[in-house]
């Protein structure tokens, strides 16, 4: 009989603490996907698909046909400029600045004072003028006094004739009877032949006199006139020694203008821009002005002044295109032609007072009602 072998000693305690492992938790069974829905419920668009799908080219064609009917009745460009009137002042006579009345960006009425030139040179020559007169008055004068003269002269010669004459006569019924020398006779027609002589002498300074006197018709002797035009243009160049403002409007180009700096006659010193008128020269194509006629009315638009709207209506519509006043206009040679659509300048007056201040040169985008066609 077999015997059983006695028990290790912890071999009860290893069997304890050796244990099955436990079985994992369950999970929750994962529900199982819905049945996939018909074709036509996933095919079927929501109301935002539609929106888009039927509503932008609708609005598209909207905008579209609006755009057609309302361009129909106007033309348009960004061509545009605005235009002002500008007179380049300049000194009519040369000399040295004393004084600028005038800063950059001023505001001038007409007859205003813009610059002063040295007027002592020319005050020294309207001086030197009316000496000339008063010399040529004393001439004058002198030749009154001197005609009179030649008159005591002519009538003194012709008495000298007379008497001459007298003793010629005399000497010659003597030399005929025998009574007288032909010395005496010659000397007797000799004196004749003086006083003759005499007589003709002062006769031509007479007319001399009279012809020097004389005043064309103007009743004024005319060296006595050239001296007084003397003086006068003398005085005007007095006068333009003060430069004034031919009109009204702003400076510009003023930076010639120093006290101290010699200015020549004729050359541009300022500019004065009239503010005051402004207008807008718009470049058209030639394509766009089928229907444009002056009088219609226009709207007005500036980059610089973004949301300013002006009226203005077509004043002029150029004479020429702007390649035919160009200082070269083109010439295509035959065979190498290409058609270029042409600009015509527009001339667009101002229909009210813009509410901020016009400057030359701004660019403008110009707009012209063409809808209500020419009258």
């Known amino acids: 009989m077999d015997q059983l072998s006695p028990a290790r000693p912890g071999a009860a305690t290893r069997a304890e603490e050796v244990k099955p492992p436990k079985a994992a938790p369950k999970a929750d069974p994962v529900p199982a996907p819905a049945p996939p829905a018909a074709a036509e419920t996933e095919a079927r668009p929501n109301w935002r698909t539609r929106a888009l799908m039927f509503g932008m080219p609708l609005a598209l064609a909207l905008a579209g046909g609006a755009w057609w009917l309302l361009s129909g009745g106007s033309v348009s460009t960004d061509n545009a400029y605005v235009q002002m009137d500008k007179v380049s002042v300049a000194a009519e006579v040369g000399g040295l600045i004393t004084e600028v009345a005038v800063d950059e960006g001023e505001l001038v009425k007409k007859g205003q004072l813009l610059f002063r030139i040295d007027p002592q040179p020319y005050a020294l020559t309207v001086a030197q003028a009316s000496a000339a007169i008063a010399s040529a008055r004393v001439d004058v004068g002198n030749l009154n006094a001197s005609l009179a003269a030649t008159n005591v002269d002519i009538k003194a010669a012709e008495e000298d004739i007379a008497f001459a004459q007298s003793r010629f006569e005399r000497q010659a019924a003597l030399m005929a009877k025998g009574f007288t020398t032909k010395a005496d006779y010659d000397a007797a027609k000799h004196a004749v032949e003086q006083a003759r002589a005499r007589l003709g002498q002062a006769r031509a300074d007479a007319a001399e006199a009279r012809a020097r006197l004389a005043t064309g018709g103007s009743g004024t002797n005319p060296e006595v006139e050239a001296a007084r035009v003397q003086r006068a243009q003398a005085e005007v160049n007095l006068g333009r020694t003060e430069v004034r403002a031919p009109s009204g409007g702003r400076v510009a180009e003023s930076d010639r203008l120093q006290i101290g700096q010699m200015m020549v006659a004729g050359l541009p010193a300022v500019t004065l821009v009239d503010t005051e008128h402004p207008r807008v020269e718009a470049n058209f194509k030639e394509t766009d002005l089928a229907d444009m006629c002056v009088g219609q009315p226009a709207e007005m638009t500036f980059d610089a002044y973004p949301g300013l709207k002006v009226r203005g209506h077509v ?60 009258k």
């Open 315 to 374: 004043e002029t519509i150029g004479a020429g295109t702007g390649s035919e006043f160009s200082v070269l206009p083109a010439q295509n040679a035959t065979g190498n032609w290409v058609k270029v659509t042409q600009r015509v300048p527009v001339r667009i007056a101002f229909d009210e007072v813009p509410s901020r201040a016009m400057i030359a040169g701004l660019s403008t985008d110009v707009k012209v009602i063409t809808s209500g066609g020419c």
